[in-house]
């Protein structure tokens, strides 16, 4: 499991994605989100632009993030 810790307030889901490495662009997250690729705390999350703000896990092709506050 990556984890990552903000350093704002929150992350949107698509650069969570992206700062983790487990895609290469926003186009590529916009893509995969789109498609019903990546859970948040579970359950398909269809917003790129969904704010995180520390406790949730995202789950993409086996590998999870974990979101700290910071």
Do not use: C, P, W
């Amino acid at each position: 499991m990556e984890d990552i810790t903000l350093r704002e307030e929150f992350i949107k889901l698509g650069q969570a994605l992206k700062a983790a490495g487990l895609v290469e662009s926003g186009v590529e997250a916009k893509i995969a989100i789109q498609n019903g690729e990546v859970k948040v705390n579970g359950e398909i999350e269809y917003q790129r632009g969904k704010k995180l703000y520390g406790g949730e896990t995202i789950s993409f092709h086996e590998q999870e993030i974990m979101i700290h506050a910071h």
